[in-house]
């Protein structure tokens, strides 16, 4: 299958092919069989995206979200799940999970993409808005659930008062939520263009912020719970990566995923 992305979809090939290729490895930290089948049925030139830092930071945060995940959903087995941006994700199908209700968010092009490669079904729904396009939550049959919003490669996109927006339209249509949410710090927002993997694309990075604390003080509504560094789950992916989360100023300009809780 030929496909035609530019700008911020593109950049959604960047995690499937990382998940595919981790999955394929000896030792693998995630298995992702759908994302080597979806991989073998598009046509595209995927070894623009073969670099190390962008394969481990995928693999890593997608250890965390499913990890944060999967606890969630033990803790909540009927829990609406709701993935904001979500590209080409698949992590319903990595979650074990009984009655949970699953609802995968994108721009309508990536829908329409998404409904070619992978199925809906009774606990699976595809939604073709833009996130700031709150008509999406009237979608989205919640009510007496726990709710998890995952925002993950969404925010830096956006620029602040966007995301600013985003939370108060969240505030007010699931007022008790739990979210993650992936941030990256402000430097390395400003340097689309030196990323391994995005300058190969058309995307420019338009936000960033510090901590998961300040997203506290961002958005109304919605208290920090706690953060995880991308560098915690790369401690023995060899010296370089160990010494670099030793070092204070790389380690705080890396990404991270963000738990927030609105009570």
């Known amino acids: ?27 693998p930290r995630i298995k992702d069989d759908k994302a080597v089948e979806i991989v073998s049925k598009i046509e595209y030139d995927f070894g623009k995206f073969d670099k190390k830092m962008s394969q481990e930071g995928v693999i890593a945060r997608t250890m965390i979200l499913d990890r944060e995940t999967q606890d969630f959903v033990n803790q909540h087995q009927d829990a609406v799940c709701i993935s904001l941006g979500c590209g080409l994700d698949t992590r319903y199908h990595r979650i074990r999970h009984n009655q949970v209700q699953w609802y995968n968010l994108d721009f309508p092009e990536v829908i329409s ?3 070619k490669l992978l ?10 808005k833009s996130a700031l396009d709150m008509r999406w939550a009237d979608m989205v049959a919640a009510e007496g659930r726990e709710v998890l919003i995952i925002m993950e490669g969404l925010l830096m996109y956006f620029t602040e008062a966007e995301a600013i927006q985003l939370f108060d339209m969240i505030r007010n249509h699931f007022p008790k939520c739990t979210m993650l949410v992936e941030i990256m710090n402000p430097f390395i927002a400003r340097h689309s263009k030196q990323h391994d993997t995005v300058k190969k694309t058309d995307a420019v990075f338009r936000w960033g912020i510090r901590s ?26 060899g010296p370089g990566f160990w010494l670099a989360g030793k070092l204070p100023f790389i380690r705080n300009i890396n990404n991270k995923i963000v738990k927030l809780v609105a009570q």
């Not at 199925?119 to 073709?128: M, R």
């Open 1 to 27: 299958m030929k496909i035609e992305l530019r700008g911020v979809q593109e950049t959604l090939l960047i995690p499937l092919i990382a998940r595919a290729t981790e999955t394929k490895c000896t030792n």
């Open 119 to 128: 199925c809906e079904n009774t606990n699976v729904h595809f939604i073709g």
């Open 113 to 115: 993409l998404r409904k």
């Open 212 to 237: 998961g604390k300040a997203m506290e003080n961002l958005c109304e509504g919605p208290h920090f719970v706690r953060e995880w560094n991308l560098f915690d789950e790369l401690r023995d992916r």
